[in-house]
């Protein structure tokens, strides 16, 4: 689908500003089909232009693929063409990714995320492989996303370069946060770049990223929205204003990890979306008088 943003790399198929969106489940448990289509719908009312859906944040390690099929075709029937939907398809099995990768793309995906295969460590010849083989699988653009904190080890440059050479190959997410390799992957390749860490949005735009794939931005994709446009419009000072002012966010995150802060911090918000799955744990409760203050001194 378009987004209105064509002309800027790789805003067509995966947007500007993007969530990776958590996903809501019901007291025992069960997929909250009702919750994710709200939550998707109040994400993309509040500046969103794409979604990322069941990617690492959205718990993929332990929801099934049937369920991860399902979120997508109820937000893609709600909120039809008005986001893009991008599909986290990324195991740490080839044939495993394949086949989600496939059932993403039948079941309408616009582009898709595949993390790094993490535990195993592959050499970068078998990342050039793995991703390779998922590239070749579908029809569909392809956002790397390289988080070495998790999969322990990076995408390296020479293999991201080597990548970018195949069609479907388009995007990154960059988690790794070394910009000076961003930048120069920008400068030799075609490919999109997203921030994939919050503190660093306003530094990747500064060297040509297109937008950010955000944790935060379930509290705060207007903010996020605003800075995109901030940094756009050549304000720099108000960029800046708008990235300090999100710092208790990414605090609050460091310190109770993702999934729990913002499932966490959306209830505080009045949106229920449910606990996570073990292994990650809900928020302690002698946490939440110190994740209130976070949220009202980031001002959301």
Request: aromatic letters at 4%; a negative charge.
């Amino acid at each position: 689908m378009s987004t209105g943003n064509a002309a800027i790399r790789g805003a067509e198929h995966f947007g500007t500003v993007s969530v990776a969106m958590v996903t809501p489940f019901h007291k025992d448990g069960t997929i909250d089909l009702k919750a994710g289509v709200e939550l998707a719908g109040h994400l993309v009312d509040k500046g969103c232009d794409s979604l990322v859906l069941a990617g690492t944040t959205g718990e993929s390690p332990t929801t099934t693929n049937e369920e991860k099929i399902n979120l997508l075709k109820a937000v893609r029937a709600e909120l039809g063409d008005s986001v893009t939907l991008i599909a986290g398809t990324g195991t740490n099995n080839t044939a495993s990714t394949i086949e989600l990768s496939r059932l993403s793309q039948d079941a309408g995906a616009d582009s898709l995320l595949v993390v790094t295969p993490y535990y195993s460590r592959p050499s970068q010849e078998g990342l050039f492989q793995h991703f390779t083989a998922v590239a070749d699988s579908v029809d569909l653009p392809i956002c790397l996303y390289d988080i070495p904190s998790r999969s322990v080890v990076p995408i390296e440059m020479d293999t991201i370069q080597r990548l970018s050479e195949h069609e479907n190959i388009q995007a990154v997410k960059d988690a790794k946060g070394k910009l000076p390799e961003a930048l120069q992957l920008l400068q030799n390749t075609d490919l999109a770049w997203y921030s994939g860490d919050d503190p660093l949005n306003l530094p990747f735009l500064s060297v040509g990223a297109t937008g950010f794939i955000s944790v935060i931005g379930h509290l705060a994709a207007d903010k996020l929205r605003a800075l995109r446009e901030a940094y756009d419009q050549g304000d720099l000072a108000g960029a800046q204003q708008i990235a300090a002012s999100l710092a208790p966010l990414e605090r609050a995150q460091g310190r109770l990890g993702g999934v729990t802060m913002v499932k966490a911090a959306l209830k505080l918000r009045g949106k229920d979306v449910g606990a996570p799955r073990l292994p990650i744990l809900e928020v302690d409760p002698a946490e939440l008088d110190q994740l209130e203050q976070d949220l009202q001194d980031a001002g959301v």
